[in-house]
């Protein structure tokens, strides 16, 4: 449901392109490692998944299944809730494990957050959490990197700007672009791992950056 949701809401915000250096749908029992700019790239990215023929398991901030309809959605999914900072957290990589033996394609935020700044512009992923290194250990699974550019020109800064960017996206229609580089089987020890996928996603950041035709430059 919150595929098909992103699939029909997106294109309608924006201008959605994708491009994927694998043809046809990711692989089932693969990790999707993506860039976090905004509250709204998480559409953007399931949007441009589902065009291409895969509906993933997210990994999100255990907050948003307190939001009301949401959380319903979220529940019925099977999403998996992470809970930060807490001892529940080790929990959620158990589960997107679980999710990837049974065939299904879990998507994760390396970062675990988004950046600070608070304008439009886009810029490289953050540092990585050590979470997609280790679950990427414990499956065995593939990582599929995957760089979105444009999201924050939907959403960014603080609430009020938000809800206007939201309001105005269907008159503007800001150019948004993902693309998917090639599956990587992360080796070596975590620390090695976790900086040979910060690596990958932010080269498909950058090529979505430039089929986004700089989205950082077209305020």
């Not at 294109?11 to 490692?33: D, K």
């Not at 895969?54 to 979220?74: F, N, Q």
């Not at 049974?102 to 886009?122: F, N, Q, T, W």
Request: charged share 15%; aromatic share 2%; glycine share 12%.
């Amino acid at each position: 449901m919150l595929s098909r949701i992103a699939g029909t809401l997106v294109p309608v915000l924006g201008r959605l392109s994708v491009t994927s250096e694998v043809a046809g749908p990711v692989a089932p029992g693969s990790i999707v490692a993506a860039n976090h700019s905004s509250l709204a790239d998480p559409g953007v990215v399931l949007a441009a998944l589902r065009r291409l023929g895969t509906e993933p398991v997210v990994m999100a901030t255990a907050g948003l299944w307190r939001v009301p309809v949401l959380g319903r959605v979220l529940r019925t999914g099977g999403h998996i809730p992470v809970h930060r900072g807490t001892a529940r957290a080790a929990g959620a990589l158990d589960s997107a494990a679980a999710a990837l033996a049974a065939g299904r394609v879990v998507l994760i935020y390396g970062e675990g957050g988004l950046p600070k700044h608070r304008d439009s512009r886009d810029t490289e992923p953050g540092a990585f959490r050590t979470g997609l290194a280790r679950l990427a250990a414990a499956s065995g699974a593939p990582v599929v990197p995957l760089g979105q550019c444009g999201a924050r020109r939907l959403s960014s800064g603080g609430a009020a700007k938000q809800l206007a960017g939201f309001a105005t996206a269907p008159l503007r229609r800001p150019a948004l672009h993902v693309h998917l580089g090639a599956p990587l089987n992360l080796a070596g020890d975590t620390t090695e791992a976790t900086a040979t996928a910060h690596h990958a996603v932010t080269a498909a950041w950058r090529t979505a950056e430039r089929h986004c035709g700089g989205c950082d430059r077209r305020r």
